[in-house]
């Protein structure tokens, strides 16, 4: 092992021509790049990366592990006809409803008519199914704001 270091570095004292300050950061660079048991002679001598000039990339079969604790529950596919609400794509808000006409191919994305009358494809996470029929907006229904919530009950001096 010794006399393949001293060969790397005799040849790359070559490649250098006689300047110093580029032989350093090579042979930097050199000591930072892991052998065939994945660690650098400098990792095994300080016990840890050293910061070089490259940027060091993670070898592509090291996989990120998933927590246990954070798992999204699978969503259940839409039937064509059912009612769901749509989530407001400027205000994020659940505030639109529509019908479930088709499901495309790979069952993520629905093709949805909305009350409107316009027919849009949505993502199935942007899609809530309505719980009753009770809970669609009413499209002409309003109510004054000064009458909400006030019973029709005679006053005590009439």
């Known amino acids: 092992m010794a006399e393949a270091a001293v060969k790397n570095a ?7 021509f006689g300047n ?6 090579r042979w930097s660079e050199w000591r930072n790049i892991p052998r065939s048991n994945g660690i650098s002679p400098a990792e095994l001598l ?6 070089g000039l490259l940027p060091v990339i993670p070898p592509p079969d090291t996989t990120v592990k ?6 999204g529950k699978p969503l259940r596919d839409l039937k064509p006809g059912e009612i769901v609400w749509l989530q407001n794509v400027n205000t994020k808000k659940w505030d639109e409803s529509g019908r479930v006409t088709s499901m495309r191919q790979h069952g993520r994305s629905y093709w949805i008519e909305t009350e ?4 849009t494809l949505r993502n ?3 899609l809530k199914p309505v719980k ?3 809970m669609t907006p009413k499209k002409h229904e309003t109510k004054s704001k000064s009458n909400v ?3 029709d009950v005679p006053r005590r001096s009439e």
């Open 66 to 71: 998933e927590n246990p604790k954070v798992k």
């Open 20 to 25: 110093w300050e580029e032989f350093r950061s």
């Open 124 to 126: 199935r996470r942007f």
């Open 149 to 151: 919530g006030i019973e």
């Open 46 to 51: 300080l016990g840890r990366r050293q910061r």
């Open 132 to 134: 009753n029929a009770k």
């Open 116 to 119: 409107a009358g316009w027919k």
């Open 10 to 16: 005799k040849s790359l004292m070559k490649k250098c």
